[in-house]
Antibody, heavy 122, light 107 residues
């Protein structure tokens, strides 16, 4: 059973860079065939896909965030990371990492982390 | 970007009754639609993909239907553990987008 766990600071100051890590267990990012996404949920609101990465390093980002987002992968640690620059209060959200269903369903999210709340405030 | 609209925002249902949730896309998404269930403090759980295919481990009381722009999630007989928020999501067009959710509450 694949498990994902997000980690990182719960409080980030405005204009700074939000940095989160997702550690994967029970499966290898390096095995290929799956896409690893970041998704966020503003408090009391719906879900927003941020972007994905493939084990090869290939990425795709939501155009609404593309100028500020970087997703990277460290296959040796079985981790992926999210960096979101120039944050504002509007970036306050629960951030989830997720893995797709496989078999080409890049944007259907089957395994999820528990989520981590990041608050942007001075 | 495709806008997904869910209705109603809140649905009050008694245990054992049938619940019908709707999702509308601003343009056709073919059958490339998924449904998720989210309980308080938890991550979403994939219920349905391909508009009507149940994900692994999802009980048969959950069913999905529709194509194009109109979709329905039906819970045939609500159990206590089904009271939650349900989201639809399209993955036909990039970027993938989610609806605003329907909260299913106990009547």
């Amino acid at each position: 059973q694949v498990q994902l766990q997000e980690s990182g600071p719960g409080l980030v100051k405005p204009s700074q860079t939000l940095s989160l890590t997702c550690t994967v267990s029970g499966g290898s990012i390096n095995s290929g065939g799956y896409y690893w996404s970041w998704i966020r949920q503003h408090p009391g609101k719906g879900l927003e896909w941020i972007g994905y990465i493939y084990y090869s390093g290939s990425t795709s980002y939501n155009p609404s965030l593309k100028s500020r987002v970087t997703i990277s992968v460290d296959t040796s640690k079985n981790q992926m990371s999210l960096k979101l620059s120039s944050v504002t209060a509007a970036d306050t959200a629960v951030y989830y990492c997720a893995r797709d269903l496989g078999s080409g369903y890049y944007y259907t999210f089957f395994f999820w982390g528990q989520g981590t709340l990041v608050t942007v405030s001075s | 970007e495709i806008v997904m609209t869910q209705s109603p925002a809140t649905l009050s249902v008694s245990p054992g009754e049938r619940a019908t949730l709707s999702c509308r896309a601003s343009q056709s998404v073919s059958s490339n639609l998924a449904w998720y269930q989210q309980k308080p403090g938890q991550a979403p759980r994939l219920l349905i993909y391909g508009a009507s295919t149940r994900a692994t481990g999802i009980p048969a009381r959950f069913s999905g239907s529709g194509s194009g722009t109109e979709f329905t999630l039906t819970i045939s007989s609500l159990q206590s553990e089904d009271f939650a928020v349900y989201y639809c999501q399209q993955y036909n067009n990039w970027p993938p987008t989610f609806g605003g959710g329907t909260k299913v509450e106990i009547k």
